[in-house]
C-alpha cells in the first residue's frame, strides 16, 4: 500500500509488515530528549518502576533549559534532581545548562535526521520534523516507559498534505506562514494529525524548524517536511551518522490537502490568548507594547536575529518599550556576537540575555506585570503564560516583534525595512 | 474499572494546560502544593467546589498545549474520576490514559445534556453516560481495548512494573 512519510517511519520501527491509520503499533524509539520535566516528574514516576538501569543510555539526550540559570531555590533543587538522576543512571549525553534550548540545541548537535523516530517531554518536540523525522513530544508516564523499553505505543495518524508555491516577501516570515495555517485550520484543526509538508526549497532550514515547531498549536502529532539538498548538506555539517530520507508514495492517502501561496502571505499577527487566533498585520497594528521579546525555540534562531538586526540598525528602539532577546542557543549566541548583531541589539537599547526558556514561559528574565502587553516571537499566547493573569500576549514573526520594539506600538515590519 | 459515579463539573472549550496548571507552579516540588493552583488563573472556585468524586464536562481541544503530565496529575489529586470532553489533545489525552484517568469523547453535548452538579454514572464497557438528575442516557465511542487495558491495570507504569517483574 502507498504510504505518508508518517506512515513509513512508523512501519519501520514497528515489527510489522503493513500499518494504516488508526491502527496502534509498539515502536522503537531512536532518540529521547528530556529537560527540567527529568526533575518534574519523570524522576519520581520512573523510581516506582524499580530497575536500576535504563534501556540505552546513549540514546538518551537531557538537557536544561528552561529555568537557566536557576532564578528560584525551587527551580535550583529541580535541577539538582534532574543532574542527579541522570548521573545514576549514567546518561552519556548530558548536555548542562549552558548550550541553550532543546529543540535548538538537539539539531545543532546533529541528533535529528532523517528517518528517525524521536520523541521528547516537551510539546514542541514536533520541531525536528524539519530534517525529515517523526518527532512528538510525549509526558512523564511515556517518558518513563521508553527509559526503561525504549518502545512506545502510537495511533497511526492520518496526514495531511500542506503544498507550498511562490515565494515569502520582503519583511514576511516562515512564523507568519505557520501563524496563517493555524488560523486557518484551528488549533484542533489537526489534532492526532501528521502534517506533510511539501514544495519547501525556498525556505531555510531555521524557517521549517518555526513551522514544525508550532504544528502541535493546531493540534498535530508530527510536522514533517520532506528532504532537499539544503536539508542534506546542514546534516552533513553536523553529524557523521548515517541518515535515511524518506518520500511519500506518489499515491499516498492525504486526508486533506492545502496549498499555500507563499507570495500572498502578509505579515500575521495572534492576538490574545491562543495562537489560533490570527488576524493580519492591519487590524492590529498601533496596539501598544510594554514589551517585546525576541527568543525561544520557535524564532532565536540566526535567521531571526539576523532581521532583527537589520531592522534595528542605526535605530532605537521606543524609550516606553522594553526589548528582550534571547539568541536560541549558544551557537546562535556566538554567531550573533561574531556578526556584530549584538553591538547593534545592545545599543539600540535591547536586553540581550543568555539562551533560556527564560521569558517565553514566564519564568525569568522577562516576565510580565500585571495589565502588560507585549509582542513576542514564541509559540503560545495562553492566559498568564509569560507571567501575570492579566497580561497580554500577541505572537508575530522576528520582524514584526522588533519594527513593534522601535515604535512601542504593533507595526508591519514591511514599513520599516 | 467499569461503573464511575460522580457529579459534573462543566468547563469550556481549549482548556490548556497553563490554565490548568500555570508555569509558575512547575518548579514546585509538592504535587498537593501544585494542585491548589489548579485553574487559578481561568476559574478560581474550582479548586474550592471541587468534591473528591467529580467528573470534568469540557468543551472542544481539551488539554492542549504542553506536555506537561502535572495538568493530569493535579486532577488525580483532587480526586477526579473521567474527563468527558468533545475533543482532547493529543499529548493530554495520552497523558489521561497513562496516568489511569478515563479520557471520554463525547463530540455533542449542550446544557440539555449536562450541567453543573448532575449526576452522573458512567459505564465504560457501555459506552453509556447516563445523568440520573436529567434523566438521560447518551452514548459515546468506547476507548479502544488497547487503552481500556491500561486504565485496568491502574495506568501505564502499573501495567509496565507487572511486565518488568514478570
Ligand atoms: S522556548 Fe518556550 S516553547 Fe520552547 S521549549 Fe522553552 S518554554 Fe517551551
Known amino acids: 500500500m502507498s504510504k505518508t512519510v508518517a506512515e513509513k517511519i512508523l512501519l519501520e520501527h514497528s515489527d510489522l509488515k503493513e500499518i494504516s491509520p488508526g491502527q496502534f503499533v509498539e515502536c522503537d524509539i531512536d532518540l529521547i530528549m528530556v529537560h527540567e520535566q527529568l526533575g518534574g516528574r519523570i524522576h519520581k514516576e520512573y523510581e516506582k518502576l524499580g530497575i536500576d538501569y535504563v534501556w540505552d543510555p546513549n540514546k538518551i539526550f537531557f538537557i536544561l533549559d528552561h529555568w537557566v540559570p536557576a532564578p528560584t531555590i525551587s527551580a535550583a533543587q529541580m535541577h539538582q534532581d534532574c543532574r542527579a538522576f ?3 543512571y549514567n546518561f552519556i549525553h548530558n548536555i548542562g545548562m549552558d548550550k541553550g534550548i532543546c529543540h535548538q540545541v538537539l539539531p545543532e548537535m546533529g541528533f535529528s535526521r532523517p528517518g528517525m523516530l524521536i520523541v521528547g517531554s516537551d510539546s514542541h518536540t514536533t520541531t525536528y520534523g524539519a530534517f525529515n523525522c517523526l518527532s512528538t513530544g510525549i509526558g512523564a508516564t ?3 516507559v521508553v527509559f526503561a523499553t525504549g518502545k512506545l505505543w502510537f495511533k497511526v495518524p492520518e496526514s495531511y498534505k500542506i503544498n ?7 519583511g514576511v516570515m516562515s512564523k507568519d506562514i505557520i501563524l496563517k495555517i493555524i488560523g486557518d485550520i484551528t488549533t484542533k484543526g489537526a489534532i492526532y494529525k501528521s502534517l506533510e509538508f511539501h514544495g519547501i526549497d525556498s525556505l531555510s532550514i531555521d524557517g521549517r524548524m518555526t513551522i514544525s515547531n508550532m504544528v502541535v498549536e493546531a493540534g498535530a502529532k508530527f510536522g514533517v517536511f520532506l528532504s532537499d539538498n539544503k536539508l542534506e548538506s546542514w546534516i552533513q555539517k553536523r553529524s557523521k551518522e548515517e541518515y535515511n530520507i524518506i518520500h ?5 492517502i492525504y486526508e486533506k490537502t492545502l496549498e499555500y501561496n507563499l507570495s500572498e502571505i502578509i ?5 490574545p490568548s491562543s495562537p489560533g487566533n490570527a488576524d493580519e498585520i492591519e487590524n492590529v497594528e498601533g496596539i501598544e507594547i510594554d514589551q517585546a521579546f525576541l527568543g525561544s525555540c520557535t524564532n532565536g534562531r540566526i535567521e531571526d536575529l539576523r532581521i532583527a538586526a537589520k531592522i534595528l540598525k542605526g535605530k532605537s528602539i521606543n524609550p516606553k518599550t522594553r526589548f528582550i532577546i534571547t539568541p536560541a542557543s549558544k551557537e546562535v549566541y556566538i554567531t550573533a556576537m561574531k556578526e556584530g548583531l549584538l553591538d547593534i541589539f545592545i545599543n539600540a537599547g535591547a536586553v540581550v540575555t543568555h539562551s533560556t526558556c527564560g521569558a517565553c514561559i514566564g519564568g525569568h528574565m522577562g516576565v510580565l506585570g500585571e495589565g502588560e502587553v507585549c509582542i513576542s516571537s514564541t509559540n503560545r499566547n495562553f492566559v498568564g503564560r509569560m507571567g501575570a493573569a492579566s497580561s497580554q500576549v500577541y505572537l508575530a514573526s522576528p520582524a514584526t516583534v522588533t519594527a513593534s520594539a522601535i515604535y512601542g506600538k504593533i507595526t508591519d515590519p514591511r514599513e520599516v525595512l | 474499572m467499569d461503573e464511575i459515579n460522580g457529579f459534573a463539573y462543566i468547563l469550556g472549550d481549549d482548556i490548556n494546560t497553563d490554565d490548568i496548571v500555570p508555569s509558575h507552579t512547575l518548579t514546585m516540588r509538592d504535587p498537593h502544593e501544585m494542585a491548589k493552583c489548579t485553574l487559578e488563573f481561568i ?4 479548586v474550592k467546589e471541587i468534591n473528591k468524586g467529580n467528573i470534568i464536562v469540557a468543551g472542544e481541544n481539551f488539554g492542549t498545549g504542553s506536555s506537561r503530565e502535572e495538568a493530569v496529575n493535579v486532577f488525580k489529586i ?7 470532553a468533545k475533543s482532547f489533545a493529543r499529548i493530554y489525552f495520552r497523558n489521561l490514559i497513562n496516568v489511569g484517568i478515563p479520557g471520554i469523547t463525547l463530540n455533542k453535548w449542550n446544557e440539555k445534556t449536562f450541567s453543573k452538579g448532575d449526576k452522573l454514572e458512567i459505564s465504560l464497557d457501555k459506552g453509556v453516560i447516563f445523568n440520573k438528575t436529567k434523566n438521560v442516557k447518551v452514548e459515546f465511542a468506547k476507548i479502544p481495548e488497547f487503552l481500556t487495558k491500561i486504565l485496568n491495570e491502574g495506568g501505564i507504569i502499573n501495567q509496565l512494573k507487572k ?3 514478570k
Do not use: R, Y
Request: charged share 30%; no cysteine; proline share 5%.
Open chain 1, 267 to 271: 505579515p500575521m499577527v495572534a492576538k
Open chain 2, 43 to 46: 476559574d478560581s472556585q474550582f
Open chain 2, 163 to 165: 511486565k518488568l517483574s
Open chain 1, 248 to 252: 511519500p508514495d506518489k499515491e499516498a
Open chain 2, 78 to 84: 483532587l480526586g477526579i474520576k473521567a474527563i468527558i
Open chain 1, 86 to 88: 541522570a548521573e545514576k
Open chain 1, 164 to 170: 507550498f508555491v511562490g515565494e515569502l516577501n520582503k
Open chain 1, 142 to 144: 511515556d517518558v518513563s
